[in-house]
């Protein structure tokens, strides 16, 4: 048995480098960046990862407030329009979030 050729193996299946991205390595990425730098898919990952969390995980209240920051910025926090009926309209962006 070579050392050197199981010495090199062992490191490349623990560096995260070498194993394919996962969903949760994903999210794991965007939480850690500004909410306002998410698109509207990164943003719709992290609405999907949050139902595989479970309730104590320290990541679903991150993500829960990452969330709650991108729709504050991108449609912002005034009071719902309605129609002459009282029907709330579509909610509009106030600005765009950025594209893929």
Known sequence: MDL????AQTTATLDPRSRP??????????LL???RTWTEDELKLVQAAVFDMS????RRAMADA????????F????????????RP???QFKIQPPQA
């Open 21 to 30: 991205a996962t969903k949760g390595d994903v999210v794991n990425d965007l």
């Open 66 to 73: 990452a969330v709650r920051a991108w729709y504050d910025h």
């Open 4 to 7: 050197t050729e199981t010495s």
């Open 55 to 58: 309730s104590s995980d320290p």
């Open 89 to 91: 309209l579509e909610p």
């Open 75 to 86: 449609y912002g926090t005034d009071p719902v329009t309605t129609d002459e009926t009282g």
């Open 33 to 35: 960046k500004n909410p």
